[in-house]
């Protein structure tokens, strides 16, 4: 199994940053990538960046585009999620996710490993 766990997150006004990290432990070696997805009430979850394991590749929508860098630290099983201009309307739940599938990264569905989630509330 592999286990999940992310810190960080909290309160900032519009334009500032927030850090978000995730942990990833257990059997690692089957991990091919790690998500962040966020959510808000009533809304399913929202792909907001994925990482290859390796680091070496990294893929956002358009939302996130210029403003979120996910990053692994390579001295050990972590990946941080930089938040940069934040808006109101990035208040949401986020969570991160470990996936052993090759492909699908975007889709929540292709992930099997889920972290608690952490609270990200913008305020305007």
């Known amino acids: 199994q592999v286990q999940v766990v992310e810190s960080g997150g909290g309160s900032v006004q519009a334009g500032g940053s927030l850090r978000l990290s995730c942990a990833a432990s257990?059997?690692?070696?089957?991990?091919?990538?790690m998500g962040w997805f966020r959510q808000t009430p009533g809304v399913g979850r929202e792909f907001v960046a994925a990482?290859?394991?390796?680091?070496?590749?990294?893929y956002y929508p358009d939302s996130a585009k210029g403003r979120f860098i996910v990053s692994r630290d390579n001295t050990k099983n972590t990946f941080a999620l930089q938040l940069n201009s934040l808006k109101p309307e990035d208040t949401a739940v986020y969570y991160c996710?470990?996936?052993?599938?090759?492909?699908?990264?975007?889709?929540?569905?292709?992930?099997?490993?889920w972290g608690q989630g952490t609270q990200v509330t913008v305020s305007s």
């Open positions: 257990g059997r690692t070696t089957k991990i091919y990538a």
């Open positions: 990482i290859s394991w390796s680091g070496q590749h990294t």
């Open positions: 996710a470990a996936t052993d599938n090759n492909a699908g990264w975007r889709d929540p569905r292709q992930y099997d490993y």
